[in-house]
């Protein structure tokens, strides 16, 4: 199945689909490219905004089928005299520091994240970002919201229909495209889930249940006692937060306990998952545990539970993409839609290095839609997805590619893109190292003990200063 496209839509104008920019441009081929980006910037999820509207959220949420965010206006802050611009709720917080080393997380062919801390703060990557984003700016369209794409029969061919709305002037605008490229991430719908007694709970004790989407600093949970829902590197880092204020210890509510594992903070106190928000008739603001412990005169219970998979804009395709909200449906490799090849995903898998893992999608989807390289018949991407449920399941372990499988994954597609005829300026990012696969191993230990530095963390660069050194490690079954 070959392609000749030539007018290309992206939805997002953060990493991925920054990068998805560039390998399109580099293909010389394509007539169009326009970027639709909903905030006034670049850089997608790393956009830091004050606007947590916490008020929103329903408890439960275990609905993925959500409406697109609308804007909070902000003004402009201090020597910005640009106006207000759209706010969108993410879930970016004002302390928070990368959990990759700067040199496994920058893009292949911009080193300058490596003048940062080796795990730089949010402030940085959004810099690098907007920076990285310099060459391709002249094709974002600033705070334009994709609200609709749908088919539409244009001669013998399927074309694309965007719909986009322009936030300051409320101008609804459509324009055919060949293909489209979503990239506009899956964080803005927050997983709650519906834990028995949860409701009642809720009604008695409004604002007390939140999620880590509308945390944004540790301030006001001071002397509260805090139940803290996942044990992600976010959730760790935003209990590690809390617990410079709260009340000690701060309860981490795991799914699953890890047997023969005793943390080392002082602070926490490791608890299996919640099994119950006891009525209020019973007991006080109390919480029972699946292995029967109960917690009472609970103050603030935060759920760092993650996000649904949602895309409003796509409620037209058939088959749907989105079902159970858990992954996205219907997909080969993670990126191409299988009904309609000329739909591709940019940036579904987590448990990844982000940015390499979407150069090298950027780079497939760019050769496959000019022509270069070639997809496999229909038969045989429904047979991938089919392998990849019948071993992952299907749900939120169809996208995990964590234990190193998106090391793997990345170099499978640094190989299918080399299968395309070679051209002397062609855009193909690295493939991950022996050295590379080593460090992402060691990553938790390496964290800890920058984390260990205190203060003075900011000034290390390598984990060679924190005592870590490649010594050679046969690494090869990582891949």
Known sequence: MRYNIRKVGIVGGGPAGIATAKHLLAERHYELIDIFEQQASTGGVWNYSTYAPSEELSIPQTNPHQPLQEPRWQPSIGADTTPSKPAFATPMYDRLESNLPHFLMKHPDDDSLEHQPLFAGRESVLEY??????????????????????????????????????????????????????????????VLPDIPGIRAWDMEHPGIITHSMYYRKPDSFKDKKVVVVGNSFSGLDIANQISTVSKHPVWNSERSKKPDFQSRETWKKEMVEIAEFISPSEAHRALRFADGQVVSDVDAVVFCTGYYYSFPFLSSLQPSVIVTGERVENLYQHIFYIDHPSIAFVGMPFKVIPFRTWEGQAAVIARVWSGRLELPRKEEMRAWESDRIADRGAGRKFHDLGKLEDFRYHNDLVDWALQAMPREDDRTPPKWSERDAWVRKNIPAIKTAFADKGDARHLVRSVEELGFEFQGEDMTKAF
Do not use: M
């Not at 719909?163 to 964080?187: M, N, P, Q």
């Open 129 to 190: 970002l907007n920076r990285y984003a310099d060459d391709v700016r002249y094709l974002i369209k600033f705070q334009t919201q994709v609200y609709d794409i749908r088919k539409k029969s244009d001669g013998d061919c399927d074309k694309w229909l965007v719909c986009t709305r322009d936030l300051r002037s409320c101008k609804v605008s459509e324009r055919l495209y060949d293909a489209v490229v979503v990239a506009s991430g899956h964080h803005s719908v927050p």
